[in-house]
């Protein structure tokens, strides 16, 4: 939020402050929640929603109270402290975040937690209930105040605040590229020259894909914008099971495709990176070659197969995995509670539900693939261009996902991964991967920012100085 | 044997040095009193509350598996990133207690070093019963145990579906499988005159019928001894070779796995070197506990006992060297996340263990150049305690720091252990040692008739040789 446009903004509804005390000058912002809205009953009540990490802090379960770092340190409050809202006299008490890249002395808060009622789902999720302090100070302007005092009342309570991603930042290493459009007009293919491939040579033969499609995705990370539809569609179509709160604190959420986020430059404005992450469906699988009873393959298309009824779950793979998108049930995870006996219903009956014990990933949505391949078969022609289209390609807003045979050389595939942005994670592993990622080009300079010219962020890749 | 005077007791100190050839001090009869009396006396007060203590925590094993089992691998600390927690560190830990017994027994023997016979047997069995305990680590550390039992096993199936012979833990199931049969048979076969003295001693008929059973019929003949012998030498070469190859294996699940910080060359002899440290130092541990409780102090003598601690200071610098030379490679290899691995284990959130490694199994074993300390249990006794706090740390630091920071930061996380993990932890010890505790009660823990024949070779008969 633009700091002074606020402050214009509530100065107009709000007589000034006789009081020039610090805590006093603190303004409250009340948001949607990027996942379950205003807390509506059927989105509050989702457990998907709950589960889906936000897109910058990457918290799940609950809301607290965002503070930008210097403003912390002002007011000597740390993360996850428990501090007491108050405006007009009315306060809720949230669990404190410390946030990068927020504007100083401004709290932010989310709508929709903090039920009594309206399902078990909502219940349990937890959260305050911000109802209290909606246009207390002024009912023309009923999410935004000015002069509100944060109190620390104590530590907040042990999960109050759970991320799925506990690292901010990238430590150098070229994972999530982006340069500006100078630099992109300078070297188109910029994203590649951070990579240092190595020299061609495998200890296994090599699979023989020129007989059928070979199937991967491109992902433009210019067009992503880190909302995560394409997470919890995932989740949607694959039976994918909700964790909860204890579960991700721990680091066992189930995410198939996760947004992972990194932030780069200077601390009180840090560029945010977004990057989808799913399996990758190496050629050279790391996974593939560990598990000690054949319980993930290779199949001639192109995919790492998971057979769910072969594993033993070693875990083996899921360490083996420099991805890290491998996803174990550690506990009876797909399992209904006796209280919903018609739960069941609620899962894709195209896509095995995975017991205890199991380890699972993503597949491609093979079973898209396979109806695709079936319907063709019947039609007796090749599979269109476009046919096949993964449950997050098909959720994503911007479209930046797009699955496709990279042996068809007009697909629109190919062209995504011939485009000189085109590179691959982590490829300097030789894992050889089948998911292409396009490097992120801005024009920083263009839009206005918040603050002056002096925190225009430094470039991750101007940071990074071993490939220069 | 409850109405004669213990033998241990009527001896002078300077029997308990052991300066001459093993059991020196002794006749061969007290010999056999001193051996076979633990066997044939009941039980004293002592190992009664030691099996107690030590049977506890054999069920707080059994109930925690019951956990892990019933509920899920999610009772324990594992998540995403680390897959491996506690029970691949036990599994390790465990395996390489178990390579002194057979150094001592196999490689000591391959090269006549005769000292060897007092603490042959009882490091063998300490080697069974840890290899024992380590097997189930695996195996319950498994999602689905109750498959994994079946599939890690090339048995026949109707599917045709076999195991993957490029994963290192199918190379570890043969390595770990085949090391615990030959140790077993290896055991038995030297067990076998012993038992047959056993038998010859016992007056009860129940005693003597299954001691009878389990000696196979051994009647001492030339004969037999020359098959014995053939077989013994076969077994302890055998041996020679899986003390390497074990835990070289063992160390495959690491080194050919992709990860940095476990992707290294050098983790074979490394692996092998810490088995042997690890091991020496819980052989030590269990002589210097079980030597005054059961009296054997004229047959495991202070010699041994520094023979023990000049090998574990030897270990130990082979040890400290891997250490050095693992952290020069990761920075000559050139790789930033292997480095980085490196740096995070000496500064990192789990930094304290790896220093605690670094103190226990490098430094505080230097002590041990000092004559006085070797040959004083008092003084030694911390030290070997401290090796093996170490050597589980030492493996604590390469399981779980190369896997909660790799190659992607976003994936990064942290390791906390459940008490599951930790009652699993104190509950192998319990089964370990109420298997030891069994074993003095109901084995010979000395290899007698080898005593008796290092005796006899060293020309210097004792007084007092009554036989």
Known sequence: ?468 | MSDTVHPAETLSPAATDGAGPNGAGLGLRQLDDAVYGPMESFPTRRWWLALAATGSLAVLFVVCLVITVGQGIGRWGVNQPVGWGFAIINFVFWIGIGHAGTLISAILYVLRQTWRTAISRFSEAMTIFAVLVALQFPLFHTGRPWNAIFWLIPFYNDMSVYQNFRSPLIWDVFAVGTYGLVSLMFWYIGLVPDLASARDRAADPTRKFLYGLASLGWVGSARAWVHYEKAYILFAGLSTALVISVHSVVSFDFAAAFLPGWHTTIFPPYFVAGAIFSGLAMVSTLVLILRPMFRLQHLITIRHVELLNKLTVATSLMVGYSYVMELFMSWYGGMEMEWFVTVNRAIGPYAVCYWVMVACNVAFPQLLWIRRVRRTPALAFPIVIGVNVGMWMERFVIVVTSQHRDSLPSSWGMYYPTWVDYGLLAGSFGVFLTLVLLFCRFLPTVAATEVKADRGNSHRPAEGDVS
Request: net charge positive; glycine share 8%; aromatic share 6%.
């Open chain 1, 1 to 468: 939020l633009d700091r002074k446009l606020a402050e214009s903004m509530v100065a107009a509804v709000a007589p000034p402050s006789p009081s020039s005390s610090p805590s006093q000058s603190i303004e409250l912002v009340i948001l949607p929640h990027h996942a379950v809205y205003d807390g509506r009953g059927s989105f509050a009540n989702s457990a998907w929603l709950q589960e889906l990490p936000d897109p910058v802090s990457r918290i799940v379960w609950g809301n607290s109270a965002s503070i930008s770092p210097a403003t912390a340190s002002r007011l000597g409050l740390a993360e996850a402290d428990l501090v007491e809202v108050a405006v007009g006299g009315a306060a809720v008490r949230l669990p404190v975040v410390i946030q990068r890249g927020m504007a100083d002395d401004v709290v932010a808060t989310t709508l929709g937690h903090g039920h009594t009622a309206g399902g078990v789902v909502a219940v349990e999720a937890g959260g305050a209930n911000l109802a209290a302090l909606l246009g207390r100070q002024d009912p023309r302007c009923p999410r935004v105040a000015v002069g509100v005092t944060l109190k620390k009342v104590g530590p907040a309570a042990p999960l109050a605040v759970v991320r799925t991603q506990k690292e901010r930042r990238q430590h150098g290493r070229a994972i999530a590229l982006a340069g500006s459009l100078a630099e992109y007009r300078r070297d188109p293919a910029f994203a590649s020259t951070h990579q240092h491939l190595p020299p061609p040579g495998d200890t296994f033969p090599p699979y023989d894909y020129s007989k059928g499609p070979k199937w991967g995705i491109a992902i433009d990370l210019s067009a992503c914008v880190g909302c995560g539809a394409c997470a919890t569609a995932c989740q949607v179509e694959n039976n994918i099971a909700v964790v909860g709160r204890d579960q991700c604190q721990r680091g066992r959420q189930m995410h198939w495709l996760r947004i992972d986020r990194y932030e780069d430059g200077p601390l009180d404005d840090p560029d945010i990176h977004f990057q989808p992450m799913l399996c990758q469906h190496c050629d050279t699988a790391p996974c593939e070659s560990v598990c000690p009873v054949n319980a993930t393959s290779h199949s001639g298309d192109g995919l790492n197969e998971m057979v769910y009824n072969r594993c033993v779950g070693t875990r083996y793979c899921q360490n083996n995995c420099p991805y890290k998108v491998r996803r174990f049930n550690f506990l009876r995870y797909g399992q209904f509670p006796p209280r919903e006996p018609a739960g069941e219903l609620a899962y894709n009956p195209r896509v095995t539900v995975r017991g205890v014990g199991v380890m699972e990933k993503c597949t491609f949505c093979v079973h898209r693939i396979k109806q695709a391949r079936y319907e063709a078969y019947q039609a007796g022609a090749k599979i269109p261009d476009g046919r096949i289209q993964t449950a997050c390609q098909r959720a994503c807003p911007a479209g930046a996902i797009v699955f496709g045979d990279q042996n068809d050389p007009a697909g629109r595939l190919g062209s995504l991964i011939r485009s000189p942005r085109s590179y691959r994670v982590l490829a300097e592993l030789n894992t050889k991967p089948n998911v292409f990622y396009l490097a992120r080009v801005d024009n920083p300079a263009a839009g206005p920012r918040p603050g002056d010219a002096a925190s225009q962020p430094a470039r991750m890749e101007q940071g990074d100085s071993r490939h220069s």
